[in-house]
Each structure stands twice: as structure tokens, then as C-alpha cells.
Nanobody, 114 residues
Framework: QAQVVESGGGLVQPGGSLRLVCAAS????????MAWYRQAPGNQRELVAA???????NYLDSVKGRFTISRDNAKNTVYLQMNSLKPEDTAVYYC????????WGQGVQVTVSS
């Protein structure tokens, strides 16, 4: 079964950084636009960043200039480098294709708090 496994979350102070990692299975990875999503308590899941197989990317306005999405097609892995974190970035972060091909993983908790 095609699946993704996210890692790298944690507790960080405002202004800090974290790097999330998503390892995906299946040959579809190399062809798919991959994305990071997040869901805060009481909110719907939202798209944070997406990256096409060739590397073109786009971002949620509130994270532009702070987050960077990247991918390694040889390793079936996608990354999210998060800098200058804010308390409002607190959420569970998930990865999937833009079309939600994979079964949703457990996600990783990111908590930004002093």
C-alpha cells in the first residue's frame, strides 16, 4: 500500500527552525506534485506548500519567505524547511500528493511556543 511517513516535528521557540521530512513509497512519487499540509485544532487542513516534479514550488501566503519545500526524487523524499517560526504555525503537518493520492500518514506535531 502506498504510504507516506512524516518526521522532524517538535517544540520550538518563536523565531526558531525545524526541518520536516516525508518519505514516500511507490513509483508515483517521481511524477507527482508533492505537498505539505497542516491542520491546527479546530481548523480545516490547509495546503502549506507544493512542489512539482521539476522543482517549481508555491506557498501559502503566510509562510512565503519563511518556509522552503524541496524534494529528492532519487530518495522519494520531500522536505519542508521552516524558519522564523511563529505561534500560528503550530499544527500537525502532513505530506501527500496534491491530489491526495496517498493514504494520510499520522503527521508530525509542530508546536511553536515560548
Amino acid at each position: 500500500q502506498a504510504q507516506v511517513v512524516e518526521s522532524g516535528g517538535g517544540l520550538v521557540q518563536p523565531g526558531g527552525s525545524l526541518r520536516l521530512v516525508c518519505a514516500a513509497s511507490g513509483s508515483i512519487f517521481g511524477f507527482a506534485t508533492m505537498a505539505w499540509y497542516r491542520q491546527a485544532p479546530g481548523n480545516q487542513r490547509e495546503l502549506v506548500a507544493a512542489i512539482q516534479r521539476g522543482g517549481a514550488s508555491n506557498y501559502l501566503d503566510s509562510v512565503k519567505g519563511r518556509f522552503t519545500i524541496s524534494r529528492d526524487n532519487a530518495k522519494n523524499t520531500v522536505y519542508l524547511q521552516m524558519n522564523s517560526l511563529k505561534p500560528e504555525d503550530t499544527a500537525v503537518y502532513y505530506c501527500n500528493t496534491l491530489s491526495n493520492y496517498y493514504s494520510w500518514g499520522q503527521g508530525v506535531q509542530v508546536t511553536v511556543s515560548s
